[in-house]
T-cell receptor, first 111, second 111 residues
Framework: DAGITQSPRHKVTETGTPVTLRCHQTENHRYMYWYRQDPGHGLRLIHYSYGVKDTDKGEVSDGYSVSRSKTEDFLLTLESATSSQTSVYFC??????????FGPGTRLLVL | KQEVTQIPAALSVPEGENLVLNCSFTDSAIYNLQWFRQDPGKGLTSLLLIQSSQREQTSGRLNASLDKSSGRSTLYIAASQPGDSATYLCAVTNTGNQFYFGTGTSLTVIP
């Protein structure tokens, strides 16, 4: 399995608070992605990165920001969490923008 | 915007049966198509990747085909086993960094 970890694995927070999720890889892959998975919607891309400090928006980027200061870390921040951001968040990595390897996911509940 | 559909949403078969899962997409200008497996509460595991120039890929009991012109892919599972029970997702990427996922087919193989 590709070396991808996500932290925290579970989080409960309140509406309006900031939340940061971390994705860490040990594979030195160039591309990193953040997805959210919701019933009836499948996985939807939030943001992705194609290198250190190089990021771009995905399909559902509103309310989220990302940062990548090192190859191995990709952070997803919810500036002010809302109940609609309750979801399971997955990080993925890719060496060549083809095969993607996924992390174990983070379950976020916003009350 | 690319739309990916997987039918049926759920499938239940007796052990030993051969089965086909379907994936369709609206924009045929894809770069590649990937099939994933997801076990409950887990991340996604890549099964097969088909480049846009390829017609099929095989791995063990799995065979994936791609008909780009009609916007369809199938995942064939031979001699199904209870351990094959999982949700199967397909994803396509256009020329770029965007990946689009279907909502998956939940497969149950009955012993």
């Amino acid at each position: 399995d590709a070396g991808i970890t996500q932290s925290p694995r579970h989080k409960v927070t309140e509406t309006g608070t900031p939340v940061t999720l971390r994705c860490h890889q040990t594979e030195n892959h160039r591309y990193m992605y953040w997805y959210r998975q919701d019933p009836g919607h499948g996985l939807r891309l939030i943001h992705y990165s194609y290198g250190v400090k190089d990021t771009d928006k995905g399909e559902v980027s509103d309310g989220y920001s990302v940062s990548r200061s090192k190859t191995e870390d990709f952070l997803l921040t919810l500036e002010s969490a809302t109940s609609s951001q309750t979801s399971v968040y997955f990080c993925a990595i890719s060496h060549d923008m083809e095969t993607q390897y996924f992390g174990p996911g983070t379950r976020l509940l916003v009350l | 915007k690319q739309e990916v559909t997987q039918i049926p949403a759920a499938l239940s078969v007796p052990e030993g049966e051969n089965l086909v899962l379907n994936c369709s997409f609206t924009d045929s200008a894809i770069y590649n198509l990937q099939w994933f497996r997801q076990d409950p509460g887990k991340g996604l595991t890549s099964l097969l990747l088909i480049q846009s120039s390829q017609r099929e890929q095989t791995s063990g009991r799995l065979n994936a085909s791609l008909d780009k012109s009609s916007g369809r892919s199938t995942l064939y599972i031979a001699a199904s086993q209870p351990g094959d029970s999982a949700t199967y997702l397909c994803a396509v990427t256009n020329t770029g960094n965007q990946f689009y996922f279907g909502t998956g087919t939940s497969l149950t193989v009955i012993p």
